[in-house]
C-alpha cells in the first residue's frame, strides 16, 4: 500500500491564483481530513470528510473548497491565493472511529508559499 | 481560551531521563484521546492512544484523568531519538471524523 499520497511536494503561488492539493489514500478509509500546520503551531482542520459525497467545515475553512467524489481522492481548492494561506498541507485518513479504530494516517504534506 | 493545550517547551534532557508531558482539554465531552509524534518537517504519526484505564507501551506511559481533564505522556529512559514535537490529540465522537490537536512540546534529549 502507498497509503496516504499528496502531491505537490513544493508549490509557490502568486496572490490571487488558484490551484488544487491533491490527495489520495489506498487504504479504503472512510475518513479523510485537510490541515494546516503553521511554524510552531499544531495542525488546524480544514474540512474533512466522513464517506464520499459527504463533506464538512472544520475550524479554519475560508477560502478554501473541498468534494469527495470517491473513496480514495479528496482534493482542496484553494479559490483565490492569499499570503495568511502560506503554510503546510496535511492531508490524513481513518478507517473509523471508536473501538480503537481511529488512527490517522497522514500524508508527506505539500509546503505552499504564497507570495 | 484552545480546546486543547499544551505547554510548548521545549524540554532538554539528557539521554537517559525521565520526562512528563501534560495536555489539558476544555471539552467535557471529549471521548478519544492520542499522542502522535511529529519529527522536523514531517508528518506526525500515531505515538499511542491514551485509555481511561492508563496504557504503556514499552518505555511510554500515557493516562488519562477525566475529572481533571488532562491527559499526560510520560517517556522513560530517554533517547536521542525519542527527540521529536509531541502532539496531544482529543476526539469528540459525537462529531465522527473530526480530531483537535494541540500545539505540541518539543523534546531535545542530548547526549
Known amino acids: 500500500n502507498a497509503g496516504v499520497t499528496q502531491t505537490p511536494k513544493f508549490q509557490v503561488l502568486k496572490t490571487g491564483q488558484s490551484m488544487t492539493l491533491q490527495c489520495a489514500q489506498d487504504m479504503n478509509h472512510e475518513y479523510m481530513s485537510w490541515y494546516r500546520q503553521d511554524p510552531g503551531m499544531g495542525l488546524r482542520l480544514i474540512h474533512y470528510s466522513v464517506g464520499a459525497g459527504i463533506t464538512d467545515q472544520g475550524e479554519v475553512p475560508n477560502g478554501y473548497n473541498v468534494s469527495r467524489s470517491t473513496t480514495e481522492d479528496f482534493p482542496l481548492r484553494l479559490l483565490s491565493a492569499a499570503p495568511s494561506q502560506t503554510s503546510v498541507y496535511f492531508c490524513?485518513?481513518?478507517?473509523?472511529w471508536g473501538g480503537g479504530e481511529e488512527t490517522q494516517y497522514f500524508g508527506p504534506g505539500t509546503r505552499l508559499l504564497v507570495l | 481560551r484552545k480546546e486543547v493545550e499544551q505547554d510548548p517547551g521545549p524540554f532538554n534532557v539528557p539521554e537517559g531521563a525521565t520526562v512528563a508531558f501534560n495536555c489539558t482539554y476544555s471539552n467535557s465531552a471529549s471521548q478519544s484521546f492520542f499522542w502522535y509524534r511529529q519529527d522536523c518537517r514531517k508528518e506526525p504519526k500515531l505515538l499511542m492512544s491514551?485509555?481511561?484505564s492508563g496504557n504503556e507501551d514499552g518505555r511510554f506511559t500515557a493516562q488519562l484523568n477525566r475529572a481533571s481533564q488532562y491527559i499526560s505522556l510520560l517517556i522513560r529512559d530517554s533517547k536521542l531519538s525519542d527527540s521529536a514535537t509531541y502532539l496531544c490529540?482529543?476526539?469528540?465522537?459525537?462529531?465522527?471524523?473530526?480530531?483537535?490537536f494541540g500545539d505540541g512540546t518539543t523534546l531535545t534529549v542530548k547526549p
Open positions: 491514551v485509555y481511561s
Open positions: 490529540v482529543v476526539k469528540r465522537n459525537t462529531n465522527a471524523g473530526k480530531s483537535t
Open positions: 490524513a485518513s481513518s478507517y473509523s
